[in-house]
C-alpha cells in the first residue's frame, strides 16, 4: 500500500454538497492509527440472559424454542431503552418562547440484543444471525411506523466506548423522532436537485461510476456494493448500499436480509482486519414517513470507524478534514486476504 | 443547584434550525462529568522560546523588547502550521472527476502560540496577554483577507487532547479557506431569512430576549455578553457575542480587544470551576471576506466543553442530544464566587 504525501485536495460530496479536506501531511498507514482496542470486561449487564427483568419488557424478539416473552431462549431481543433519548407518551405540543420555537421530545427509543453472547460483536457473528438483527430491525421500523407523529426512523449502532457505547453487550438501537433529521433532509434535498437536473438518481450514479472505476470499490456483492465515498469525511468511512435502486430499508425481503448481512460481515471483518478492531458507529439513512415519503432517496448504511478527533475546525466550519484518500482506504480493504 | 428529571424537550435553533433533543434523563451534575483532568507533561516543546527555529518562520509576532524575528522575546508568535490541513501555493483549478467535483487544497493554516510559558492556559493569562492574542487573530485576519483566493478565515482552538489538540503548548489556529464554510452559510442563509421576515438581526433579538428573561444569561459585561444558547448541541456550550450589531470580527478597536479578553477569561474561569478544567474548542464565527461579505451577519464565539462523546445518533441524524438543560448550565455559572 503506498501512501505518500500528495497535496491536499478539496472534495466536494454530491448529494449534500459538503466540502471536506483530503490532506496526506499528516497520512497514516492503517497500522498507524493508535487504536485502543477494548477488551469486554464482562460483568453484571442487564442484556445478558437471565437478566430479561432488568430491562423494560420486550417489544419483539426471535425465539427458536418457543420459550416465553421476557425469559431466557431469545436469540434476538428488542427492548425499549431504559433512559431514552425520547419519551413516547404525550402530545408533541409544538410552541414558542419568544422568539425561540419548542416542542415535547416525543418519540421512541429501542435497543436490539444482538445476540445472547456478552463476548461476542456484530462482526463475530454468523450470517444467519446477523440477518435476524437487521430483519428485527425491519420489523421494528414497520411497528413504529404506524404512529403518525413518527416522521423519522433512525437505526445506529456505537460499538465501542469511545464510539459513544455506554454498554459493551453489542446492541443496535432505534430513535423514531417526530421531525425529519436535518442530515436526512439534506440528503434528500441534493437527491431531488440532480434529479430534476438529470432525471436519474445520484446514488446509482454514484454506483455506476464506483463500479466502472473501481478506485473506491471495497466488495462488490450481488445484491449490494461497498464503497469509500468521494469525499468521506473520515478515514475508512464505508458505505453499503443497494445495487437496484430503492427508497426504504423496510422494503427489504427475507432473502435480501441475508445478503445484506453477508456484506456487513465481510466489510466488518476487513475493518477489523485493518484497522485492529476499531469503535466504530454506522448508521442507516432509509425514507422519512408518511407524507415526506421520499422514492427518489437511495437508502444505504454508512459506517464510521472512530479512528480521528472532531475538533474546533470541524464544530466550526462542517468542514471535515481526512488525512486518509478513501482510494487507499479502498485499496487497503480490497486486497486484504483472509 | 437543581438538576432533576423533566421530560425531554425539542429545541429549534433559531438560526439555522437545526433541532437538538433536550433530555435529562440520563442528567449529571456537573461534578458528575467525569473529566480527565489533563496535566501538562512538557518535554521538547517547538513552541517554546528557545525553539524557535523548530517551527516555519513566524509571521507575526509581539515582541516588547526589540528582539529579532524567529528568536527568544516574544509575548505572542504566529508561524504557520507545519503540517498544514492546506496549503498557500497553487491555484485552485476547480475540475470534475465524472459526477464529483473537486479542487486543490488551497489555503493558509496558521498558529498562534499564546505564550511563552509552556505549563499557561489561555484562562491562566492575564488579560492584557489574552487580549494580544485576539489582537494577533485580528492582525492575521486582516493580513490573509487580501489574498482573494480566500473566502472565509476561521479561527479556533482546541485545548486539551481530547478536544483535539496535538500539542499541549497553549495555541490558537487560523484556517483560511477557498470556499465559506456549510455552517456559516447555514447561519447567514438563518440570519438573512429572519430578516426578510422581522427586518431585524436574529443575534440581536436573541441578545435582547436572553438579557429581559435572564435564564440562560452567563455574564453581561459592558460591550459583550456571555450566554447558554437556547438549542445547545453540548453542556456548557457558551456562546460570546458583542451586544452592539457587527459583522466583522476583525473590526474590534483595540480597547475593544480588551473587553473581549476579560469576557472570556472571566467565562473560561467559570467553566474550569464547574467542570475542573474540562478540554475545549472554541471558534470565532465571523462574516465571510469579499463578495460574500454579509452585514447581516453578528460575530460570536462559540466555547464548547468536551464532555460528550458524539455517537452514530449524531452522526445519522445531525440531531444532538444535550443532557443538561441549558439554563441549568446558565445558572451553575452564573453563581460561582471566585
Not at 231 to 255: C, G, I, Q, S, V
Not at 279 to 303: G, R
Request: aromatic share 10%; proline share 7%; net charge negative.
Amino acid at each position: 500500500m503506498v501512501n505518500g504525501k500528495r497535496p491536499p485536495e478539496l472534495r466536494k460530496d454530491p448529494i449534500i454538497g459538503r466540502w471536506v479536506i483530503i490532506s496526506t501531511e499528516r497520512s497514516k498507514r492503517p497500522t498507524d492509527w493508535n487504536v485502543d482496542e477494548e477488551k469486554k470486561k464482562g460483568g453484571f449487564c442487564p442484556f445478558c440472559p437471565g437478566n430479561e427483568d432488568k430491562t423494560p419488557p420486550e417489544v419483539y424478539a426471535i425465539r427458536s424454542d418457543n420459550s416465553a416473552a421476557n425469559t431466557q431462549g431469545w436469540k434476538v431481543r428488542v427492548v425499549s431503552n431504559k433512559f431514552p433519548a425520547l419519551q413516547v407518551e404525550g402530545e408533541l405540543n409544538r410552541r414558542g418562547e419568544g422568539i425561540f420555537d419548542l416542542m415535547n421530545g416525543i418519540g421512541a427509543h429501542e435497543v436490539i440484543i444482538e445476540t445472547p453472547d456478552h463476548f461476542l460483536d456484530l462482526a463475530d457473528l454468523p450470517v444467519p444471525q446477523i440477518r435476524e438483527i437487521f430483519w428485527a430491525v425491519r420489523e421494528r421500523m414497520i411497528d413504529l411506523s404506524k404512529d403518525e407523529r413518527f416522521k423519522y426512523i433512525l437505526a445506529f449502532k456505537n460499538n465501542g466506548v469511545s464510539a459513544g457505547a455506554s454498554l459493551e453487550h453489542s446492541h443496535t438501537q432505534l430513535i423514531a423522532t417526530p421531525i425529519v433529521p436535518k442530515r436526512v433532509l439534506e440528503e434528500i434535498q441534493g437527491v431531488r436537485q440532480y434529479y430534476q437536473y438529470k432525471e436519474r438518481c445520484i446514488f446509482c450514479d454514484v454506483i455506476r461510476q464506483e463500479l466502472q472505476t473501481e478506485k473506491r470499490l471495497v466488495v462488490n456483492h450481488r445484491e449490494y456494493i461497498a464503497i469509500e465515498p468521494f469525499a468521506a469525511r473520515f478515514p475508512f468511512e464505508t458505505w453499503l448500499l443497494p445495487k437496484y435502486h430503492n427508497h426504504r430499508f423496510e422494503d427489504m425481503t427475507y432473502d435480501d436480509a441475508l445478503e445484506l448481512a453477508t456484506i456487513v460481515k465481510d466489510v466488518l471483518k476487513r475493518l477489523n482486519k485493518a484497522l485492529e478492531t476499531p469503535p466504530y458507529n454506522f448508521i442507516i439513512h432509509t425514507s422519512p414517513l408518511l407524507d415526506q415519503e421520499s422514492p427518489e432517496y437511495h437508502w444505504h448504511l454508512e459506517i464510521i470507524p472512530k479512528l480521528t478527533k472532531v475538533a474546533g475546525f470541524e464544530w466550526g466550519s462542517g468542514f471535515y478534514i481526512n488525512p486518509t484518500p478513501p482510494e487507499i482506504a479502498a485499496e487497503t480493504l480490497r486486497d486484504l486476504s483472509f
